[in-house]
């Protein structure tokens, strides 16, 4: 059964760091566009970023030049580096293959300090 499994949320102070993890099942992996989606309390989930299989990136602009989204396709993992995170990061994290609406469980991210 296919499936998105994602790890690496946590508490990290603002200025700081976090890496995130998805493992995806090889199948959904080879074919698809994979993205990196989030929802704050209180809001709407918003798309954070995706990668084509050729790995060609597309951030949103709130987080332009501090996210990195990482695409392995030997592996079929995908990441999305946090850099310099601020409170408004604060978020459950979904790694997400958009095109058959499939998302994982979801990981906490709360930037605080």
């Known amino acids: 059964q296919a499936q998105l499994v994602e790890s690496g949320g946590g508490l990290v102070q603002p200025g700081g760091s976090l890496r995130l993890s998805c493992a995806a099942s090889?199948?959904?992996?080879?074919?698809?566009?994979m993205g990196w989606y989030r929802q704050a309390p209180g809001k709407q989930r918003e798309r954070v970023a995706t990668?084509?299989?050729?790995?060609?990136?597309n951030y949103a602009d709130s987080v332009k030049g501090r996210f990195t989204i990482i695409r392995d396709n030997d592996n079929s993992r995908l990441y999305l580096q946090m850099n310099n995170l601020t409170p408004e990061d604060t978020a459950v994290y979904y790694c997400?293959?958009?095109?058959?609406?499939?998302w994982g469980q979801g990981t906490q991210v709360t930037v605080s300090s």
């Open positions: 997400v293959v958009p095109n058959l609406s499939m």
């Open positions: 090889n199948d959904i992996f080879a074919h698809y566009i």
């Open positions: 990668i084509s299989v050729s790995r060609n990136p």
